[in-house]
């Protein structure tokens, strides 16, 4: 039988603040997740528990250290996935670059996260297929932003479906901006939050940063330039091949989505699965799939996305 014992684990001071949490909260997290006690007597943590219990929590104490002595920010996402990491044995992920953002790196939180980043890294066109909360379009745009930062690209292009909008579009009022700018306000946010609002505007003003529907994209050779497809659950087989055809020189794409979420008339016409099925394995082309498991949003994404999946796998759809 393990005995329970204590043990101490040094940290600097940056990483016992990330470990503790606002109010103990990540270290009550920790407690509950392997059923230790954790304490900070001062220049680190001391765990008390079962041989076992000790090592998992051990692990997740160690990578989230890591990102704090890394100059990244820890948050209850990062334990979370810290804690998932270490019950099931998975290494925290330390490749997969980081890319800058107004806050401090992004950098990945999962294994998934990981090699999708190295595939953005080295790929002229990735796939990144998962339910939402995963961070395939938040890592995309702050891979993109940064190529546009460092001078590696002349503009960056988000693009997306307006779904809801259809042949509506042409009626709302406003300009071209004013009228897509409901559809885009999750690539908007994104930017801002990656860029900061006063950088985005002027790259905005200067049109190196653009951000348009699917619609927009049609008869361009998009040269120098990193475009993202957004929602492409949504995208028509049609639309695909055309926005997948505007790739020109210097140019590299990033396309994302979760293929059971099409909100399509006929959910077989979607572009993405489709798209994936026939250039996987293409030289130049990568695809990372993400699953609940790498939701980084709030607790409860997770589980909703859980329950759906566990809602459609019934032979009948649902109970």
Known sequence: MSSRISEFLPLSDD???AVSGPQSRHTALIEDAFGVLVETPGGGVSLDGDARARGNAKQ???ALAARADAGQEVTEADVRVAIGNAKSGTASPTAGGTAGARKGSVSPKTAAQARY???LGSHDLVFGLGPAGTGKTFLAVAHGANMLLRGEVDRLIVTRPAVEAGERLGFLPGDLTEK???Y???VWEALTDIMGG???RRRRD???IEVAPIAFMRGRTLSHAYVIVDEAQNTSRLQMKMVLTRIGEGARMAVTGDPSQVDLLNARDS???HAVSILEGVEGVAVTHFTSDDVVRHPMVERIVKAYDADAAKPNGRS
Do not use: F, I, N
């Open 15 to 17: 990483a016992l603040r």
């Open 206 to 208: 200067k049109g190196e």
């Open 271 to 273: 572009g993405l699965a």
């Open 198 to 200: 006063e950088q985005l």
């Open 180 to 182: 897509v700018d409901p």
């Open 117 to 119: 980043m190295t595939a």
């Open 184 to 186: 885009m306000a999750p």
């Open 60 to 62: 997740a104490v160690r």
